[in-house]
């Protein structure tokens, strides 16, 4: 029974190990004002989320019309920049709903734009056969039932669960995933976002996800272990792990966690026109790679205009990561944490017996390899597909490489071994 179990999650599990790369997309009426998603009805005003009082931040749907939305443009955009998968912000800790839910009046088909924008994003990602999951937030800054909204929301907006109309909330909760489990056709991924919170009783969610959509993956936010674990805006250092390993180690393969971080490309997971610190494309490309090379999922995040558009800074280096990947996608699509995890200059991954180095540093000789122990029968680099000659002795490995790194951002050298 424990193997026919543990067969059942490899297989629901496949598709997300196969994908490694998503798109995560925060919007919401915040982007108005360029604000934080949510964040400053909790905080305090700052520089960091946004300086806008919670009546100013409560209105803005009442102005909230994003004419220029193209939905299939944005699954076209994911597709080109190899994105295998998108998560897109059903309901955040505002409590807005994205979709259009029965059991409130605080979402998007009460704006001036009036339509289901979670609806239209479903059918433009089954028209291009992309996998589409929901954030989801249990924290919910406009219902009664999740804290006293007579109060402001800076003063509990950790929820109050020991009212007694915490019960209601999580009925509310109920209703909603309900909704975008039968409404919506396949859901890949149901994204908790919980803050921390273990009030959510996340058994009763785990039984409703498996009743009504058994293949749909969720996460660990929301009190319970989910699929997946979830770093947020870095990578782990070493592989995440069922057990402690040493430093450089690597897990066996029952032991390994399973695991997806999300990173914005600017400093904002909302649309925020101040925010012009974007992650350059090399930067982006070498962090793809270093979640790869440690079996992680990278779930890299846009924050659409209040027109609906994404913004050309974005689509300028998503489109970028797509040509890099045409080019190297098969050193990171369906591969795993790779043999060598303390190397300086490069990183590796591996697909079956073939390890992928990717060069960082290029040298100017030959590309030493420590502590390989595996026998290597042939090196190719993957932009031309060229061979290159190589020695192998005392357990190093020697490549003989050109003069100059094929690829600006990240060289990669297939090792085929015995």
Same mark, same amino acid.
């Given at each position: 029974?424990?193997?026919?179990?543990?067969?059942?999650?490899?297989?629901?599990?496949?598709?997300?190990? /196969?994908?490694?790369?998503?798109?995560?997309?925060?919007?919401?009426?915040?982007?108005?004002?360029?604000?934080?998603?949510?964040?400053?009805?909790?905080?305090?005003?700052?520089?960091?989320?946004?300086?806008?009082?919670?009546?100013? !931040?409560?209105?803005?749907?009442? &102005?909230?019309?994003?004419?220029?939305?193209?939905?299939?443009?944005?699954?076209?955009?994911?597709?080109?920049?190899?994105?295998?998968?998108?998560?897109?912000?059903?309901?955040?800790?505002?409590?807005?709903?994205?979709?259009?839910?029965?059991?409130?009046? !605080?979402?998007? *088909?009460?704006?001036? !734009? +009036?339509?289901?924008?979670?609806?239209?994003?479903?059918?433009?990602? &089954?028209?291009?056969?992309?996998?589409?999951?929901?954030?989801?937030?249990?924290?919910?800054?406009?219902?009664?039932?999740?804290?006293?909204?007579?109060?402001?929301?800076?003063?509990?907006?950790?929820?109050?669960? @020991? #009212?007694?109309?915490?019960?209601?909330?999580?009925?509310?909760? $109920?209703?909603?995933?309900?909704?975008?489990?039968?409404?919506?056709?396949?859901?890949?991924?149901?994204?908790?976002?919980?803050?921390?919170? %273990?009030?959510?009783?996340? *058994? &009763?969610?785990? &039984?409703?996800?498996?009743?009504?959509?058994?293949?749909?993956?969720?996460?660990?936010?929301?009190?319970?272990?989910?699929? !997946?674990?979830?770093? /947020?805006?870095?990578?782990?250092?070493?592989?995440?792990? +069922?057990?402690?390993?040493?430093?450089?180690?690597?897990?066996?393969?029952?032991?390994?966690?399973?695991?997806?971080?999300?990173?914005?490309?600017?400093?904002?997971?909302?649309?925020?026109?101040?925010?012009?610190?974007?992650?350059?494309?090399?930067?982006?490309? #070498? @962090?793809?790679?270093?979640?790869?090379?440690?079996?992680?999922?990278?779930?890299?995040?846009?924050?659409?205009?209040?027109?609906?558009?994404?913004?050309?800074?974005?689509?300028?280096?998503?489109?970028?990561?797509?040509?890099?990947?045409?080019?190297?996608?098969?050193?990171?699509?369906?591969?795993?944490?790779?043999?060598? $995890?303390?190397?300086?200059?490069?990183? *590796?991954?591996?697909?079956? %017996?073939?390890?992928?180095?990717?060069?960082?540093?290029?040298?100017?000789?030959?590309?030493?390899?420590?502590?390989?122990?595996? #026998?290597?029968?042939?090196?190719?680099?993957? +932009?031309?597909?060229?061979?290159?000659?190589?020695?192998?002795?005392?357990?190093?490995?020697?490549?003989?490489?050109?003069?100059?790194?094929?690829?600006?951002?990240?060289?990669?050298?297939?090792? +085929?071994?015995?």
């Amino acid at each position: 029974m424990l193997l026919a179990s543990a067969a059942i999650a490899e297989d629901r599990t496949a598709w997300f190990r /196969e994908a490694k790369f998503g798109m995560f997309i925060h919007w919401g009426p915040y982007s108005l004002a360029s604000v934080e998603a949510s964040w400053p009805l909790m905080t305090p005003p700052s520089k960091r989320f946004g300086f806008i009082s919670e009546p100013e !931040y409560r209105a803005l749907p009442e &102005r909230f019309n994003p004419v220029q939305y193209d939905p299939a443009a944005w699954v076209k955009l994911a597709k080109a920049a190899g994105q295998r998968y998108m998560v897109f912000t059903s309901k955040h800790h505002d409590g807005f709903c994205m979709f259009d839910s029965q059991f409130t009046r !605080y979402k998007i *088909t009460n704006t001036p !734009y +009036k339509k289901d924008t979670a609806a239209m994003l479903v059918e433009a990602a &089954r028209n291009e056969g992309m996998k589409l999951g929901f954030y989801y937030s249990p924290p919910d800054m406009d219902h009664p039932g999740y804290r006293d909204t007579t109060k402001l929301s800076v003063t509990n907006w950790r929820g109050e669960p @020991t #009212r007694p109309e915490w019960s209601m909330y999580l009925d509310y909760m $109920q209703l909603q995933v309900t909704e975008l489990l039968t409404r919506y056709g396949d859901v890949a991924i149901i994204w908790w976002d919980g803050l921390g919170g %273990k009030s959510y009783d996340p *058994t &009763r969610f785990d &039984r409703l996800i498996r009743e009504l959509q058994p293949k749909t993956l969720t996460n660990n936010r929301v009190g319970s272990p989910g699929d !997946y674990i979830t770093p /947020e805006q870095f990578v782990p250092k070493t592989i995440p792990s +069922k057990k402690p390993l040493a430093p450089g180690a690597v897990p066996a393969p029952e032991d390994f966690q399973l695991w997806e971080t999300c990173m914005t490309i600017n400093g904002t997971w909302g649309y925020n026109k101040n925010d012009t610190k974007y992650k350059s494309t090399t930067q982006l490309i #070498r @962090t793809l790679i270093e979640v790869a090379s440690k079996g992680g999922n990278f779930l890299l995040n846009v924050g659409p205009t209040p027109e609906g558009t994404i913004q050309p800074e974005f689509a300028e280096r998503l489109l970028a990561i797509g040509e890099w990947m045409k080019v190297n996608g098969e050193a990171i699509y369906g591969t795993t944490y790779g043999p060598l $995890q303390n190397l300086g200059f490069a990183r *590796t991954t591996a697909k079956g %017996k073939t390890i992928y180095l990717h060069v960082f540093d290029w040298p100017k000789g030959e590309l030493e390899v420590p502590g390989l122990g595996a #026998r290597v029968v042939e090196a190719r680099l993957l +932009k031309g597909s060229v061979k290159l000659g190589f020695r192998q002795a005392g357990g190093k490995l020697s490549i003989q490489v050109p003069a100059a790194a094929p690829d600006a951002h990240a060289s990669v050298i297939a090792l +085929k071994t015995r």
